[in-house]
């Protein structure tokens, strides 16, 4: 098989996982109608993306809408993050978080490529003790949260495929932004 450059291995990845975007914008729409809130989270490159997406579905640009997203991600306050990380420990960085802010009708949306960071599956089991739904954005496998979260999708590659799944991911959160926009629009004309 010939070697792919960076761009083709995108394309190629792309091609191969046939993500169906529809259930997460749903749902996502769902909890801003409600107006409960999205929690996000996410670590290294998937902690960027979780940030990039509360940015987007903020609509900073936007006089079109009314109706905007309470939507957060758990990963942008560093003193409470290194304060948790210290005391009670970088496992916990996210459920004590959502144990201290979410309530029950909420989501949190969780973003990584290998699906296996303790810190995130202690958030889901943190969300599903208090009735908050969970969305899993995933690569690889899935690996353990593939199993925990109430939805998933899955950009399946390799393990350790890390940049080509983050650049995935983050494209796959600009595509729900567009669409929920979209949909928030075009309700008012």
């Known amino acids: 098989m010939p070697e792919f450059s960076y761009r083709e291995s995108l394309i190629h990845i792309i091609e191969e996982n ?3 975007l529809a259930p997460i914008t749903s749902r996502i ?8 809130s999205i929690w996000i989270i996410g670590n290294g490159g998937s902690a960027s993306t979780a940030e990039h997406f509360e940015t987007d579905l903020h609509f900073i640009r936007s006089k079109s809408i009314t109706k905007f997203p309470k939507v957060a991600a758990l990963t942008s306050n560093s003193s409470l993050i290194s304060a948790i990380s210290n005391h009670i420990g970088y496992e916990n960085v ?6 201290r802010k979410a309530q029950s009708g909420d989501v949190c949306i969780l973003i990584s490529a290998s699906g296996n960071s303790e810190n995130l599956i202690n958030a889901v089991q943190a969300a599903k003790a208090l009735g908050v739904y969970t969305i899993g954005i995933l690569g690889f496998d899935g690996g353990q949260l593939s199993d925990l979260v109430d939805l998933s999708l899955l ?7 890390y ?16 669409r929920i926009y979209k949909s ?3 309700k008012r004309l």
Do not use: R
Not at 30 to 36: A, C, F, L, P, S
């Open 18 to 20: 046939k993500l169906d």
């Open 29 to 36: 729409l769902e909890h801003i109608h409600q107006n409960t």
């Open 94 to 99: 996210f459920s004590i978080q959502l144990l």
């Open 155 to 161: 950009v399946k590659t390799k393990k350790g495929m």
């Open 163 to 178: 940049g080509p799944v983050e650049d995935i991911h983050l494209s796959i959160c600009h595509e729900i932004s567009a």
């Open 184 to 186: 928030l629009t075009s």
